[in-house]
């Protein structure tokens, strides 16, 4: 498969935690990107970051790329009940001449109220 | 026009029939994009449509799947003879190459839920 690695799997926290998610992936990447899917239905994407940025915020998300790494992290602060959903990074690389994503195996993040 | 669309939302068949699912992308995009989801899995890429060419098709696409973009607008994914492992969550994307800055966003559709009894 090519499919990353994230972890953890899963990850349970209480309202007003912060949670932090992993991604790895294997070869050059143009883009990493990160989607949120609510039990059982579509993605929605959330951030995306390019190879050449290593750090990337939009309001209670951050998001870091090391390439040397290659690996990224997803971090939710203060987190909401709302937030409890599974997380994917996704990356398109740079050895393919589409813009298809490859998935990671997703972090499922449930919050407790 | 408000989202990506997907028709049916859920499909139950028997095991040898055939199925097709529709998708609507966002009206301006001219990349559309099929993924197969499994439980407890991320979506896995099947093929890519620019306009109304198929450029690329995964080896997880089988001879018994077929993508149509007739007039390179709307697509659909046939499955002929089903079998229990087609299983899973159809899910159609699209995108935009402009503005180049927003990179390869890709706006996924509801999904299409496929059981084969």
């Known amino acids: 498969s090519q499919q990353g690695e994230e972890d953890p799997q899963a990850l349970s926290i209480q309202e007003g935690e912060n949670a932090t998610m992993n991604c790895s992936y294997k070869?050059?990447?143009?883009?990493l990107q990160w989607y949120r899917q609510n039990s059982g239905r579509g993605l929605v994407h959330l951030i995306l970051?390019?190879?050449?940025?290593r750090e990337k915020h939009s309001g209670r998300l951050r998001v870091t790329l090391d390439t040397s790494k290659k690996s990224s992290s997803l971090l939710i602060t203060a987190s909401r009940a709302a937030d409890t959903a599974s997380y994917f990074c996704?990356?398109?690389?740079?050895?393919?001449?589409?813009?298809?994503?490859?998935f990671g195996t997703g972090t499922r993040l449930q919050v407790f109220p | 026009d408000t989202g990506v669309s997907q028709n049916p939302r859920h499909k139950i068949t028997k095991r040898g029939q055939n199925v097709t699912f529709r998708c609507d992308p966002i009206?301006?995009?001219?990349?559309l994009y099929w993924y197969r989801q499994t439980l407890g899995q991320g979506p896995e890429f099947l093929t890519y449509?620019?306009?109304?060419?198929?450029?690329?098709k995964s080896r997880l696409l089988s001879d018994r799947f077929s993508a149509e973009r007739p007039k390179g607008s709307f697509s659909t994914l046939e499955i002929q003879r089903t079998e229990q492992g087609d299983s899973a969550m159809y899910l159609c994307?699209?995108?935009?190459?402009?503005?180049?800055?927003?990179?390869?966003?890709?706006?996924f559709g509801p999904g299409t839920r496929l059981t084969v009894l």
């Open positions: 994307a699209s995108s935009t190459k402009y503005p180049v800055t927003k990179g390869n966003e890709q706006f």
């Open positions: 070869t050059s990447i143009n883009n």
């Open positions: 970051i390019r190879s050449n940025e």
């Open positions: 996704a990356t398109d690389f740079l050895s393919y001449n589409t813009d298809k994503l490859i």
């Open positions: 009206s301006e995009h001219n990349r």
């Open positions: 449509f620019q306009n109304e060419a198929q450029l690329e």
